[in-house]
């Protein structure tokens, strides 16, 4: 199905699937097993060096998995994916990978929380060191922080919370002038509303724990390959180097470059990284991820419009000191959502609550339809105060940096009648106020 030309909504339905491979099943089925059945020694070395197609051990791969990783392949226009166990765990091996052996990142304070305190606590451990541009709005300002031993800049399309939109294909023209990929995390779009690819990345992560699957009822996260960055230009001895696992029928070694060429880092990812830091996705939480793919676009465009209704209301609340959401009417990211997210820019958001922290919290404790939990892209509307939760790891200084005050609320925007959640706001306040 990833090779028709069909749309998109054709391709998040049936993308990666066949009946006729799997006794006609109509749904994609739940292979819940350890391992498979080889068929013997001929054809084991067959499986082992690529000549043909299948399973051994579901560390390693899964057919239920591996529709998913077809589908979300097909979705954004990559050469190939992988699914792995969370969305952190998708950015953690996939930074390991590219930096393996050390070296720098370049990103920015702009990123969910967990991600700028492994950054700063766990990569530092491993021999990789990570920059940050003082101007995430600024594709100069990446230009100027890349080093000689810079591997790979990162950054998230629609930042959390605060909903920078990035110049993608500024810092992808940029990341390739210097020979190194750039690896975007699009999990706040969604490829519904954005496709990183097609202006220049490299690599794309999501955590499908949220819109993705966008129920909250599983843990899950994916990486994705363009196939158009040159793995071999020197920078990357690690996708060169001879492996024995990889030699082929006649016993030759070869490299991830020359075993995999059409997708040697995912390639790379699935038999060094997944294979031996185990940080598999169950076949059944792909499965869920899979039942929430199918009606990705109308969830995101019912939570777009849904969000542009209560930005609206927001802006004409007394109790609102200010809005970060790209729609909103301060926003000056126009120019860029006109050319990277025409669809909308997505249904998170957050504001500044204009009151005392004892007012904060009693808003907070009030909501009756907003679920106060730290997730994002549910079906359901989920209320937080990033200071305390989301980006705690962060002291007040780092905090200030990220510009995350203490007033600072998100809003997740679900499914629900959009006056309900006007409402259920709306007595919040009185409560607090």
């Known amino acids: 199905m990833s090779e028709q030309n069909f749309q ?36 084991f070395e067959r499986l082992r060096s690529f000549q043909e197609a299948g399973y ?54 702009q990123l969910y929380g967990g991600t700028i305190d492994g950054f700063r606590k766990l990569y530092p451990k491993f021999g990789i060191k990570i920059d940050k541009v003082d ?3 600024d594709p100069e300002a990446f230009r100027k922080a890349i080093k000689e031993d810079t591997k790979a800049i990162f950054i998230e399309s629609i930042s959390n919370p605060n909903t920078i939109v990035s110049d993608i294909e500024a810092i992808a023209k940029i990341a390739h002038e210097h020979n190194i990929p750039l690896i975007v995390d699009n999990t706040f779009a969604t490829p519904y ?33 363009s196939g158009k960055f040159d793995w071999g230009n020197g920078k990357y001895p690690q996708f060169d180097e001879k492996n024995y696992f990889l030699r082929n029928s006649q016993g030759v070694e070869r490299s991830f470059l020359e075993a995999a060429p059409h997708a040697p880092f995912i390639t790379k990812l699935r038999f060094h990284y997944l294979a031996y830091f185990g940080s ?17 676009s109308e969830r995101i465009q019912k939570q777009v419009s849904n969000t542009e209704k209560i930005i609206q209301y927001l802006e004409s609340t007394e109790h609102v ?7 909103a009417k301060s926003s000056p990211y126009k120019d860029l959502v006109k050319k990277y997210l025409p669809k909308g820019a997505g249904s998170n958001l957050t504001f500044g609550f204009k009151g005392s922290e004892e007012q904060l919290v ?28 989301t980006h705690g790891e962060l002291n007040f200084e780092e905090r200030k940096i990220a510009d995350i ?22 007595q919040a306040f009185a409560v607090a106020f």
């Open 362 to 389: 009693k808003f907070l404790n009030s909501v009756k339809l907003f679920s106060y939990q730290a997730n994002i892209g549910d079906a359901r509307s989920l209320i937080i105060d990033p200071p305390k939760v």
């Open 405 to 426: 005050p203490p007033e600072t609320v998100r809003l997740s925007i679900g499914l629900e009648d959009a006056n309900d959640l006007i409402a259920d706001l709306r």
């Open 135 to 137: 101007d995430p709005n």
């Open 56 to 109: 051994f051990y579901t560390r390693l791969g899964n057919p239920t998995t591996s529709v998913l990783e077809e589908r979300i392949a097909a979705l954004d226009g990559a050469a190939a994916a992988l699914a792995v166990s969370s969305g952190m765990a998708a950015i953690t091996l996939t930074l390991f990978s590219v930096a393996e052996g050390g070296g720098r990142i370049l990103t920015t304070e």
């Open 193 to 225: 509303l954005l496709n990183p690819i097609k202006f220049g990345a490299d690599i794309v992560i999501y955590s499908a724990t949220k819109a993705i699957s966008g129920h909250g009822n599983t843990i899950a996260g994916l990486v994705l390959e």
């Open 8 to 43: 998109f909504d054709t391709l998040k339905v049936r993308g990666g699937y066949n009946p006729k491979d799997h006794n006609y099943s109509v749904a994609v089925p739940i292979y819940q097993t350890a391992s498979f059945e080889l068929g013997g020694t001929e054809r």
């Open 280 to 296: 598999v996705l169950s076949p059944f939480d792909a499965y869920l991820v899979l039942l929430g793919l199918e009606t990705l």
């Open 321 to 327: 000191a200010w809005i970060n959401h790209p729609s």
